[in-house]
């Protein structure tokens, strides 16, 4: 080919040059070879997924994340009392002595009034009655299947629908092998000068004492409400809720109706930096909760004469197998509280990662494969992954009695957490497929989910807890919502974060709440700079910063001020 004089390339240029047909000719073979062999090596894929890997789609959104104007209510001379060291140290006494009375709810407690474990629940409501001597004079209590605290008060407008505010009275054990562990005993409820330690200490008497402490600092500063403001503490969320938040709920539902409350406030959440920047997240959904226990029914004998494969090793097989599906990894952009959270960060933190901001506005394939939610768990690891995908646990195994003895009966316990988006059924149906495969390997006769259990089978089964992921909160700003007064309460409170959606992996009470309103929140709302977390719950060494506990006092005033003059929509 011949070399085009320089003078002439320039004059070529500037007159718009267009390459000679031949040259283009090639140009358009070129890439239709490469098409055609990119459409060979997916000649396995579904048609409907080769179409989205070369298209996105934009999610249309108006804003990426309003924030609200921070409300401070009256009564503002309250926030100099609880700045003072005076009302610090009341704290520390309030929350240390609730700490000290073991309120522990076991998982094979009997029944209410017949297991003497549940006693200390009276112990524990006389402490309160003493500690909060006028929110027990002034708000009507009604007790609720035997240790069920509800506290009414009563506001001047019937017409306003109530503020509902939750915590729980109960903890989790401390196990005798982890007591030496604690650098603090785990119920003394030690002060060290900045974090009062023990059991319950975060998870949750640091949420009931600071909400029971509000309003008895409203009621001492002579507030009276308009809206009914309403408190409600169960006794037994850390088993599942049955015996309190599962009696206290119909009863508020009985009194007040569907969708009767205006908001519901319960333990959840917290502050967390995300990508350079502080964000309040209130949870305003929670995953799917379904246990399944898969068991296999196979003939014994003595162990000199096995067969290939005991029933544990059949059982170990399924395991490794339901192990080795993993459920997608997709974010649900309609109804996921985390993408909320992802635009969020998009607006607001200076750290967002380009390779999220490129996918932020992407949707999944057709055939489920979501680039930005394998992207966002590829750098935030397996505490990100999971608020986009059920997980699976494999958490109890039960079998075999003698070594010399073939194990007749073996069973194993599967944790979901359900993916929003997602629901139980799916989980089951899916398992169920995995154990017809084994239980054909082995003729062994399948009863999937139909309450039969019989010899040389496999048997599925799941439990009453099951719960399928929870309606989730609005959070439209463009109203007076109760999502719009719990973030101007936290902006008024805390002027430089963030607020933004949650979701929740746990379960709290607000299951046995959903028909009380469509507005429930899951949220910690006390924190201090360098405070972050959730205190150790659940482990050795729990803990609560008393400057953030106070913080959470100064929120649940102000929050039920701004809710009594909210004109919701």
């Not at 718009?16 to 000719?25: I, M, N, T, V």
């Not at 319950?200 to 909400?211: F, H, P, R, V």
């Not at 959070?475 to 002027?495: A, D, H, I, Q």
Request: some cysteine.
């Amino acid at each position: 080919m011949p070399i085009m004089d320089p003078e002439k390339a320039a004059l070529a240029a500037q007159a718009d040059y267009k390459p000679q047909p031949q040259r283009r000719r090639i140009s358009k073979a070129i890439v239709l070879a490469a098409c055609a062999f990119s459409l060979w090596s997916l000649s396995s894929t579904d048609i409907s997924c080769v179409t989205d890997l070369f298209t996105s789609e934009p999610v249309i959104t108006k804003a990426r994340c309003p924030q609200v104007e921070g409300l401070v209510p009256e009564l503002t001379n309250m926030d100099k009392v609880f700045e003072s060291k005076d009302f610090l140290d009341l704290q520390v006494a309030r929350l240390s002595g609730a700490v000290q009375i073991p309120s522990v709810s076991f998982d094979d407690l009997g029944p209410v009034g017949k297991d003497k474990r549940w006693e200390i629940f009276y112990k524990f409501a006389d402490y309160l009655k003493v500690t909060y001597p006028r929110v027990h004079a002034e708000l009507k209590l009604e007790v609720v299947n035997t240790h069920g605290l509800l506290y009414t008060w009563e506001g001047s407008d019937e017409s306003l629908k109530p503020t509902l505010l939750m915590a729980h009275q109960d903890v989790v054990p401390v196990p005798d092998a982890t007591v030496d562990a604690w650098t603090h005993p785990p119920f003394s409820g030690h002060f060290d000068g900045q974090y009062v330690w023990g059991r319950g200490s975060s998870d949750c008497k640091n949420q009931l004492t600071a909400i029971l402490t509000s309003v008895e600092a409203l009621l001492e500063a002579g507030f009276k409400p308009n809206r009914t403001v309403i408190l409600s503490s169960g006794f037994d969320e850390e088993i599942s809720g049955g015996e309190g938040a599962g009696h206290l709920a119909p009863f508020l539902l009985e009194r007040y109706g569907k969708d009767g409350i205006a908001v519901v406030v319960d333990e959840g959440s917290t502050f967390s930096t995300v990508w350079g920047k502080t964000m309040a997240l209130p949870g305003v959904g929670e995953k799917g909760y379904t246990d399944v226990h898969v068991t296999v029914r196979m003939p014994g004998g003595h162990s000199s004469i096995p067969p290939d494969h005991t029933s544990i090793g059949v059982l170990s097989e399924l395991i490794t197998l339901i192990e080795a599906h993993q459920y997608p990894t997709i974010l649900d952009r309609q109804s996921n509280p985390y993408y909320g959270l992802l635009q969020c960060s998009a607006a607001h933190a200076p750290d967002f990662p380009k390779s999220l901001h490129k996918l932020i506005d992407t949707k999944p394939s057709k055939c489920g494969h979501d680039k930005l939610a394998l992207e966002a768990a590829k750098i935030g690891g397996r505490g990100i992954k999971y608020l986009m995908q059920t997980s699976i646990a494999v958490d109890i195994i039960n079998g075999g009695v003698k070594v010399n003895a073939l194990p007749e009966r073996v069973t194993a316990t599967v944790n979901h957490r359900v993916n929003i988006g997602e629901h139980p059924s799916y989980v089951h149906a899916r398992i169920e497929k995995l154990s017809k495969e084994i239980a054909h390997k082995y003729n062994l006769t399948l009863h999937a989910f139909d309450g039969i259990e019989a010899p040389s089978s496999i048997v599925l089964s799941a439990t009453n807890h099951t719960l399928e992921p929870a309606p989730v909160t609005p959070t439209n700003v463009n109203t007076l919502t109760p999502y719009k007064v719990l973030s101007g309460t936290t902006t008024g409170l805390y002027p430089d974060i963030v607020v933004a959606p949650g979701i929740m992996t746990g379960n709290t009470d607000t299951r046995y709440y959903w028909p009380l309103t469509k507005h429930i929140f899951r949220f910690g709302p006390g924190w201090v700079e360098g405070e972050e977390g959730l205190g150790r719950i659940h482990t050795v060494d729990e803990r609560q910063s008393i400057k953030a506990h106070v913080k959470g006092v100064q929120w649940f005033s102000r929050f039920i001020r701004n809710m009594d003059v909210a004109e919701l929509e």
